[in-house]
């Protein structure tokens, strides 16, 4: 069974940045897609980013320029750097994977079979 497992999350002014971790294990081999989703209190999930297995990215509006995802397949870690935050970044972040196929979307976040518990972002302003 993959399981997903989220750290990193935190509280940070505005400006500042943070690193999200997403640990995988229990795959015989690594998702071919991977990416990171977050839902703010009274709000739908949200798309953030995703990676192939190739390492091609793809990022949502609100995000692009300022946050970057990557992986280490040895490690079975995605990683999500993210800088210049603003008070609207605060949410609650998912990491998330499937193996369908290779072609790797922002959305429907229902691509994705896997997920994580979530790590909690809060930025002030």
């Known amino acids: 069974q993959v399981q997903l497992v989220e750290s990193g999350g935190g509280s940070v002014q505005a400006g500042g940045s943070l690193r999200l971790y997403c640990s995988i294990s229990?795959?015989?081999?690594?998702?071919?897609?991977m990416g990171w989703f977050r839902q703010a209190p009274g709000k739908g999930r949200e798309e953030v980013a995703v990676?192939?297995?190739?390492?091609?990215?793809r990022y949502g509006d609100t995000v692009e320029g300022r946050f970057a995802i990557s992986k280490d397949n040895a490690k079975g870690t995605l990683f999500l750097q993210m800088n210049d935050l603003k008070p609207e970044d605060t949410a609650i972040y998912f990491c998330?994977?499937?193996?369908?196929?290779?072609?790797?979307?922002?959305?429907?976040?229902?691509?994705?079979?896997?997920w994580g518990q979530g790590t909690q972002v809060t930025v002030s302003s």
């Open positions: 990676i192939d297995s190739d390492g091609h990215s």
């Open positions: 229990g795959g015989i081999y690594s998702p071919n897609c």
């Open positions: 998330a994977a499937h193996y369908r196929g290779s072609i790797c979307r922002l959305s429907p976040s229902t691509d994705y079979d896997y």
